[in-house]
Protein backbone atom coordinates (compact mmCIF):
# COMPACT_ATOMS: atom_id res chain seq x y z
CA UNK A 1 0.00 0.00 0.00
CA UNK A 2 2.80 2.23 1.21
CA UNK A 3 4.37 2.11 -2.81
CA UNK A 4 0.50 2.25 -4.33
CA UNK A 5 0.23 5.35 -1.98
CA UNK A 6 3.72 6.93 -3.07
CA UNK A 7 2.91 6.18 -6.90
CA UNK A 8 -0.64 7.83 -6.96
CA UNK A 9 1.41 11.01 -5.16
CA UNK A 10 4.11 11.20 -7.37
CA UNK A 11 1.66 10.25 -10.20
CA UNK A 12 -0.77 13.18 -9.01
CA UNK A 13 2.27 15.57 -9.11
CA UNK A 14 3.45 14.64 -12.12
CA UNK A 15 -0.47 15.30 -13.58
CA UNK A 16 -0.71 18.42 -11.37
CA UNK A 17 2.87 19.93 -13.35
CA UNK A 18 1.42 18.95 -16.56
CA UNK A 19 -1.61 20.42 -15.67
CA UNK A 20 -0.22 23.36 -14.27
CA UNK A 21 1.71 23.95 -17.05
CA UNK A 22 -1.07 23.53 -19.23
CA UNK A 23 -3.11 26.01 -17.46
CA UNK A 24 -0.33 28.28 -17.19
CA UNK A 25 -0.29 28.48 -21.03
CA UNK A 26 -3.81 28.69 -21.57
CA UNK A 27 -4.22 31.43 -18.29
CA UNK A 28 -1.37 33.61 -20.48
CA UNK A 29 -3.71 33.55 -23.47
CA UNK A 30 -6.84 34.28 -21.58
CA UNK A 31 -4.69 37.08 -20.12
CA UNK A 32 -3.38 38.24 -23.72
CA UNK A 33 -7.43 38.21 -24.68
CA UNK A 34 -8.17 40.31 -21.91
CA UNK A 35 -5.75 43.20 -22.47
CA UNK A 36 -6.49 43.22 -26.22
CA UNK A 37 -10.06 43.49 -25.37
CA UNK A 38 -9.76 46.36 -22.67
CA UNK A 39 -6.03 47.90 -23.16
CA UNK A 40 -5.37 47.24 -19.48
CA UNK A 41 -8.84 48.45 -18.30
CA UNK A 42 -10.08 44.76 -18.43
CA UNK A 43 -8.64 43.64 -15.08
CA UNK A 44 -11.76 44.37 -12.84
CA UNK A 45 -14.67 42.16 -12.67
CA UNK A 46 -17.56 44.52 -11.61
CA UNK A 47 -18.12 48.15 -13.96
CA UNK A 48 -21.15 50.96 -12.22
CA UNK A 49 -22.69 52.30 -15.66
CA UNK A 50 -25.74 54.47 -17.21
CA UNK A 51 -26.74 54.15 -20.63
CA UNK A 52 -28.89 55.82 -23.29
CA UNK A 53 -30.46 53.22 -25.59
CA UNK A 54 -32.33 53.90 -28.74
CA UNK A 55 -33.97 51.54 -31.55
CA UNK A 56 -33.36 54.15 -33.56
CA UNK A 57 -29.71 55.55 -34.86
CA UNK A 58 -30.91 58.65 -35.51
CA UNK A 59 -32.70 59.11 -32.05
CA UNK A 60 -29.15 57.72 -30.70
CA UNK A 61 -27.21 60.30 -32.41
CA UNK A 62 -29.54 63.22 -31.86
CA UNK A 63 -28.78 62.15 -27.82
CA UNK A 64 -25.26 61.66 -28.61
CA UNK A 65 -24.93 65.25 -30.28
CA UNK A 66 -26.45 67.13 -27.20
CA UNK A 67 -23.58 65.39 -25.33
CA UNK A 68 -21.29 66.73 -27.85
CA UNK A 69 -22.39 70.54 -27.69
CA UNK A 70 -22.45 70.32 -23.91
CA UNK A 71 -19.60 68.36 -22.97
CA UNK A 72 -17.44 66.10 -25.20
CA UNK A 73 -16.34 68.54 -27.76
CA UNK A 74 -14.42 70.81 -25.62
CA UNK A 75 -12.61 67.92 -23.95
CA UNK A 76 -15.25 67.86 -20.66
CA UNK A 77 -16.65 64.76 -19.25
CA UNK A 78 -20.51 64.24 -19.06
CA UNK A 79 -21.53 64.63 -15.03
CA UNK A 80 -23.78 61.86 -14.37
CA UNK A 81 -26.37 64.10 -13.74
CA UNK A 82 -26.92 65.67 -17.00
CA UNK A 83 -26.05 62.02 -18.38
CA UNK A 84 -29.28 60.63 -16.17
CA UNK A 85 -31.30 63.95 -17.58
CA UNK A 86 -30.47 62.93 -21.28
CA UNK A 87 -31.09 58.90 -20.55
CA UNK A 88 -34.87 59.57 -19.30
CA UNK A 89 -35.11 61.64 -21.95
CA UNK A 90 -34.06 59.89 -24.76
CA UNK A 91 -33.57 55.70 -23.84
CA UNK A 92 -36.15 53.46 -24.35
CA UNK A 93 -34.85 51.46 -21.95
CA UNK A 94 -37.19 51.00 -18.60
CA UNK A 95 -33.47 51.76 -16.35
CA UNK A 96 -34.37 55.21 -18.50
CA UNK A 97 -36.65 56.23 -15.77
CA UNK A 98 -33.69 56.24 -13.17
CA UNK A 99 -31.49 58.07 -15.03
CA UNK A 100 -30.47 55.19 -17.46
CA UNK A 101 -28.71 53.86 -14.33
CA UNK A 102 -27.64 50.04 -14.59
CA UNK A 103 -25.73 49.99 -11.11
CA UNK A 104 -23.04 47.30 -10.88
CA UNK A 105 -22.95 44.45 -13.10
CA UNK A 106 -20.14 41.92 -13.68
CA UNK A 107 -18.43 40.46 -16.29
CA UNK A 108 -20.10 37.86 -18.62
CA UNK A 109 -23.95 39.43 -17.50
CA UNK A 110 -24.27 41.67 -20.32
CA UNK A 111 -24.32 40.58 -24.26
CA UNK A 112 -21.46 41.03 -26.70
CA UNK A 113 -20.74 44.41 -27.71
CA UNK A 114 -22.55 46.38 -24.64
CA UNK A 115 -20.23 44.49 -22.37
CA UNK A 116 -16.99 45.30 -24.66
CA UNK A 117 -17.47 48.85 -24.60
CA UNK A 118 -18.86 48.85 -20.62
CA UNK A 119 -15.55 47.65 -19.82
CA UNK A 120 -13.27 49.43 -21.93
CA UNK A 121 -14.80 52.41 -21.03
CA UNK A 122 -12.96 54.76 -18.92
CA UNK A 123 -14.21 55.68 -15.53
CA UNK A 124 -16.23 58.79 -16.11
CA UNK A 125 -16.07 59.04 -20.15
CA UNK A 126 -18.53 58.35 -22.33
CA UNK A 127 -18.62 55.82 -25.17
CA UNK A 128 -19.62 56.83 -28.94
CA UNK A 129 -23.10 55.34 -30.25
CA UNK A 130 -22.81 51.37 -30.70
CA UNK A 131 -25.00 49.06 -32.14
CA UNK A 132 -26.15 46.05 -29.98
CA UNK A 133 -28.27 43.03 -30.61
CA UNK A 134 -30.53 45.48 -28.44
CA UNK A 135 -30.23 48.86 -30.41
CA UNK A 136 -27.95 51.46 -29.90
CA UNK A 137 -26.45 52.84 -26.95
CA UNK A 138 -24.15 55.13 -25.52
CA UNK A 139 -22.47 54.35 -21.72
CA UNK A 140 -21.16 56.73 -18.96
CA UNK A 141 -19.16 54.56 -16.66
CA UNK A 142 -18.62 55.40 -13.62
CA UNK A 143 -17.15 52.79 -11.69
CA UNK A 144 -15.02 49.86 -11.81
CA UNK A 145 -14.22 47.28 -8.68
CA UNK A 146 -12.98 43.50 -8.20
Keep these: MGKDSKAKES ?51 EAYKKLQDGWLSNGDKV ?19 KGGDLGWFPRGKMAGPFQDVAFSTPVGATSAPFKSTHGYHIILSEGRKN
Excluded: M
Design 79 to 97: PPAEFAKLAAEYSECPSGK
Design 11 to 61: GGKGKGKQAAGGSDDGASKGKGKGGKASDGLGTCTYVKARHILCEKQGKIN
